[in-house]
């Protein structure tokens, strides 16, 4: 949009132009000696600048509320073209709803969760298993990710078996192994070899466990990244507990 709205300056040769114009107007022809000589020539009137170039119809520039939406996308969209909603409503991450400036960054944690219950040993192509994947997309996540965010690792479906008789060690093992700030992209890879694909899919559980782990982040900006290929498994409800 500021493409859109960007005015171009005159170029030089435009001004050029204008300048030899204005050089012409003002006499000097070759019946120059024959006129009077009633004083100094006047000044030569001023040029008006040339309107800025604009690419679009008049009414994509129209915006009174200075949020670089023009108005006739404002009222299309239910939107009032004389309210800039981005700083009412906070839309614009970052900025201030009473100034508009800057505000500093929000604390930033993401907390990855795994699924390493059985069916997590199905193929997944190349010859790899789901968690073979899984983890080498976890160890490139880690590796890329700028050290002002700080993540946390939560696995599942690890212990137990897939056996009736271990469904209830499974669906109750979640285990944050490493608290939120705590990942490492060197030991990253050395924690991904703790475990293999075993028991049940507690995704409800996992989720509660999550939100322990973000205990004394609120107001930071918390995400969770949940990787896994099934559904719950030991009768929780991870919608639920996912709106909770």
């Not at 199905?122 to 976890?138: H, I, N, S, Y």
């Not at 989720?207 to 995400?223: C, V």
Request: glycine residues 12%.
């Amino acid at each position: 949009m500021a493409t859109l709205l960007g005015m171009r300056r005159p170029t030089c040769a435009a001004l050029s132009v204008l300048c030899v114009v204005a050089a012409g107007c003002g006499g000097g022809d070759s019946d120059g000696d024959k006129r009077a000589d009633t004083g100094p020539d006047p000044a030569p009137e001023s040029t008006p600048a040339p309107a800025p170039e604009r690419p679009l119809a008049a009414a994509w520039y129209e915006d009174p509320d200075g949020d670089f939406m023009p108005t006739a996308i404002e009222e299309r969209q239910g939107t009032d073209p004389q309210l800039n909603e981005c700083f009412e409503a906070l839309d614009c991450p970052g900025l201030s709803s009473e100034t508009g400036l800057a505000e500093p960054p929000k604390k930033r944690n993401t907390l990855l969760m795994l699924d390493s219950s059985g069916s997590m040993r199905g193929p997944a192509g190349g010859g790899r298993t789901k968690l073979e994947a899984a983890k080498d997309a976890l160890g490139r996540f880690v590796a890329g990710t700028p050290s002002e965010l700080d993540l946390g690792f939560l696995v599942f479906g690890h212990k137990g078996s897939n056996r009736k008789q271990d469904k209830a060690a499974s669906c109750r093992a979640p285990e944050l192994l490493d608290p939120i700030g705590e990942v490492d992209f060197r030991s990253f890879p050395r924690t991904l070899r703790r475990f293999e694909p075993t028991g049940y899919t507690p995704i409800a559980r996992s989720l509660a466990e999550a939100e322990r782990a973000f205990e004394g982040t609120e107001g930071a900006d918390n995400r969770v990244i949940l990787v896994t290929d099934g559904i719950e498994t030991c009768g929780g409800n991870p919608v639920a507990r996912a709106r909770a």
